[in-house]
Each structure stands twice: as structure tokens, then as C-alpha cells.
């Protein structure tokens, strides 16, 4: 589970995360696992538990350099895009389009945000390519082209369809509400998170193909349901699924989605028989974490509180900057209509959300890094007693993971702290080497032995 799907304008956007994040996983890039993968975690020394070998080890770091690059430039070109379309007088003469187009005020909405989502994709589609790029070229991503495209094109047709709708209705509550639709919108918000974190599994089918887990790997389902009956979760094997992945990527990943009813097991047929399934069931472990230790509703308390603050100021906010700088953006004076609720207006609320995301992204990644660590805590916990040496196990899963995608051994700790969701591979093995509550006769912290 990745809680930076919660990031605060993500919550803005509720329903899209999903879409975005099944688009990210489509498109994520992976590596190649290497048949040495289990063995060389086994051969770790002490001081550091997480190893590369030396020619993985020099196109990590230079993928490593990559990574940070296009990910603070995509945030920053996110905030200057948005800019960009109000100083230029873009959004208003989108605005003005829609007008020109119809006279049904919801209809120009839908086209006016569809337009956007189509205007800020397509300004963020080099970057996109230039990461496609390197993943394949480090042979991390094996998708087509083509099959790339399809993913992008997916993810925005989710966008404009579900992005656009969600988008009307904050637009609508700010015209109907505007000295109080920041609390409104925050009352709805939550319930959208809740909707969308639901029906996850339902974006997850529009990019990828799953079949039954048991039809496949019926030896590995047996594992995993000792684990579901050692955590007393209740997933019973029919909503355990093979993800077939590997069209697409040399990464690993096995995860837990979907919530109440819809919860379910994804195993991506890149892993389930290409690492032990000892490392594959701590890996489930780890997500199974997430669930027990209810993760998923703490993280959506955390957000609504935050986004109960991040709402009030960019509310605050975005009314300075319209009446600042309404004029040179050429936010529309419509009778009726206050200048914040009209379509120019809005794009001005999302920049103060953007800026309000990108400046609160080190305080949403440390709360998701503990959660991730608390889970790495219980993932270790829970195979104890069902595989031989839970460490020696919980280190090859990171080795395995870490050569997967070409972890740098040693990332930047400042790096780590504002752009990591998860703790680095470095620190998440050299804990798992050392975390051994059984040694004394004791037990975990999440169970009794
Ligand atoms: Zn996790």
C-alpha cells in the first residue's frame, strides 16, 4: 500500500488516485529478477544486509540520480504548468471556449475540465516518456510502446470521464457555497476517498488481466493461507488472484487491495514462482500489516484531518491570489457567479492545492514511511514459525525487491526523507537483519509468539 496516495491534492481528486496509481502500476517500472537473487541475500554481512552486485550496483545509482531528477521536476513542472495556464490567459480562453460551445453551464464544466485533464497530461507526457525510457533501457520495464500508450490513454480517459465529474462537483459547491465550500468540500472528500480506496480492485481490471492464484499456484496458495490463518485475517483463497504482469515489467509486487468485500491478494506472475515463496509470503505479510494494523482507515483519519487545514488556507489563499491577480489572468466577472467558483477561478484553487501538496509531501511520506515500517515489523512477525529463519527470509524478500528495481544501496537520507512514501531497501533489510524479538524467548509486538 502506498499512503502517498493520499497526498492532499490527491484527495481533491478523490476518485482519480486509483485510476492514477493502477496507471502508475501499469506503467511502474521493475526489473529483472536474476536466478542468484536468494542466494545473495543469504551471503549479506552484517554492516549492511542489502547488496547489489557491482554492475547492478553502478546502473542503481545512476537510475537512482534519474528517479530524483524526474520526480522533483515533474512535481515542480505540475505547479508551473498550472501557472502557466493562468498567467498566459489559457484558462480563461478555455473558458471562454465552453461558453461558446453551449449554454448549459454543467456541460461547458465537463468540457472545460476534460480540456484541462487532456492539457496536463499532454505537459506532462515527456517526462512520462523520458521515465519510460530509462526503465526499459535499464531493463526494468519490458512493455511495447504500444502497450505503454494504451496505459497512458486509459489513465487519462479514467481522468477525464471520473476526474471531470469530481472536478464539476467542488467547482458546483464553491458557486453555491463561497465563503464556506472549503468545509464542504472537505465533508464530501473523505466519503470519495473511502469510494475510491472500495472500488480499487475495479480500476485494476481496466490495465491488467488476473485469474485465480489456486490455478496457477495452488503450493503457494497453501502458504498464504497459513498466514491468513496465523494474522486471523479472512481472505479465503477465491479472492486470492495472479496478476499477469510480466508483459509488462521484471518487477515484483504482491499486495492486498480493495476493502470489506472487495478485499483481495494480488501476486504478479513475475514473482509467484520466480522468488521463494518464503520471501513471497512475507512480502503478503507485510501488506496483511497494513490491514491488521488498519493503515488504510488511520491514514484516511490523518488525511481528513489535514485536509480539514490544507482546504481552510488554500481557500484563503486562492482568494488572494484571484483578487491579486485576477485581472492579469483574466478571471472572467460573470453576474452571479463569485470570481473563485468561475472555471478560471478554480484552476487558481487547484495551484494553492498543488503548492499546498508539494510543500506538505516530507510530512505525508514520514507518516507513510512509519506505517510502512510498522508493517515490515508485522510482515516478519507473521511467518515466524512458518518459514525456518524469518530474518535470513525478510532480508532475501529485500534483496530480491531491491535488485528487482534497482535500489540504490545507498540513496540520499535528505532524498529519503522528502521523496521516499517507503523506507529505503537499505534501511528496511539492515532492520529485518537485526529485528529478532524471539531470540530471548520474548515475542513481537503484534504477537503473543
Ligand atoms: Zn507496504
Known amino acids: 500500500m502506498r499512503l502517498a ?7 481533491v ?8 496509481s493502477a496507471a502508475q502500476t501499469a506503467a511502474t517500472p521493475s526489473a529483472a529478477p536474476q536466478p542468484d537473487q536468494g542466494q545473495q541475500a543469504q551471503q549479506s554481512s552484517s554492516d549492511q544486509a542489502y547488496h547489489l552486485p557491482p554492475d547492478k550496483l553502478a546502473k542503481a545509482r545512476t537510475l537512482d540520480r534519474i528517479r530524483i531528477t524526474l520526480g522533483i521536476t515533474g512535481a ?11 498567467r498566459t490567459q489559457s484558462a480563461a480562453a478555455m473558458e471562454l471556449w465552453t461558453q461558446r460551445c453551449t449554454r448549459r453551464r454543467w456541460i461547458q464544466g465537463l468540457l472545460f475540465f476534460a480540456t484541462f485533464f487532456v492539457i496536463t497530461t499532454l505537459a506532462a507526457l515527456p517526462l512520462d516518456l523520458a521515465g519510460h525510457i530509462a526503465s526499459l533501457h535499464f531493463g526494468i520495464s519490458v512493455q511495447s510502446w504500444a502497450g505503454w500508450f494504451g496505459d497512458q490513454g486509459k489513465g487519462l480517459g479514467l481522468e477525464v470521464v471520473l476526474g471531470s465529474l469530481v472536478l464539476l462537483l467542488f467547482n458546483w459547491i464553491v458557486k453555491v ?14 466519503p470519495l476517498m473511502l469510494a475510491g480506496t472500495f472500488s480499487s480492485p475495479v480500476f485494476e481490471r481496466i490495465f491488467d488481466k488476473f ?5 496457477h499456484h495452488a503450493a503457494l496458495v497453501a502458504d498464504l493461507e497459513k498466514v491468513v490463518a496465523r494474522t486471523g485475517t479472512h481472505i479465503p483463497p477465491d479472492r486470492m488472484y495472479l496478476m499477469f504482469a510480466a508483459r509488462k515489467t521484471n518487477g515484483l509486487n504482491a499486495y492486498v487491495s480493495g476493502l470489506g468485500a472487495t478485499k483481495h491478494i494480488v501476486v504478479w506472475d513475475t514473482t509467484a514462482g520466480r522468488i521463494p515463496d518464503d520471501q513471497i509470503i512475507f512480502i503478503f505479510g507485510h501488506e496483511t500489516g497494513h490491514y491488521v494494523l488498519n493503515h488504510i482507515v488511520k491514514g484516511l483519519v490523518l488525511s481528513a484531518i489535514a485536509l ?3 482546504f481552510f488556507i488554500c481557500a484563503r489563499f486562492a482568494a488572494w491570489l484571484v483578487r491579486r491577480n485576477g485581472v492579469q489572468w483574466a478571471v472572467p466577472d460573470q453576474p452571479g457567479i463569485p470570481p473563485l467558483a468561475t472555471r478560471t477561478g478554480f484552476v487558481a484553487i487547484l495551484f494553492a492545492l498543488s503548492i499546498a501538496g508539494f510543500v506538505a509531501a516530507p510530512a505525508s511520506n514520514s507518516v507513510s514511511r512509519y506505517f510502512e515500517h510498522q ?3 508485522y510482515g516478519q512477525e507473521a511467518i515466524h514459525g512458518l518459514v525456518p529463519d524469518p530474518q535470513r527470509t525478510a532480508v532475501a524478500a529485500f534483496n530480491s525487491l531491491g535488485e528487482a528495481y534497482l535500489e540504490d544501496p545507498n540513496p540520499n537520507p535528505f532524498i529519503e526523507f522528502w521523496l521516499y512514501d517507503h523506507p529505503s531497501t537499505k534501511n528496511r533489510a539492515n532492520f529485518a537483519a537485526h529485528y529478532d524479538p524471539w531470540a530471548k524467548g520474548g515475542h513481537g509486538e503484534f504477537f503473543n509468539k
Not at 76 to 86: A, P
Not at 177 to 190: D, E, G, N, T
Not at 211 to 215: D, H, I, N, Q, T
Request: proline share 6%; net charge neutral.
Open 5 to 11: 496516495r493520499f497526498l492532499l491534492l490527491a484527495c
Open 211 to 215: 485469474e485465480p492464484l489456486s490455478e
Open 308 to 310: 480539514f487545514f490544507v
Open 177 to 190: 457555497s463561497p465563503r464556506r465550500f472549503w468545509l464542504w468540500c472537505w465533508v464530501i472528500a473523505v
Open 13 to 20: 481528486v478523490a476518485v482519480l488516485p486509483l485510476a492514477w
Open 375 to 377: 508493517a515490515d515489523i
Open 76 to 86: 515542480l513542472w505540475g505547479l508551473v504548468v498550472l501557472w502557466l495556464l493562468l
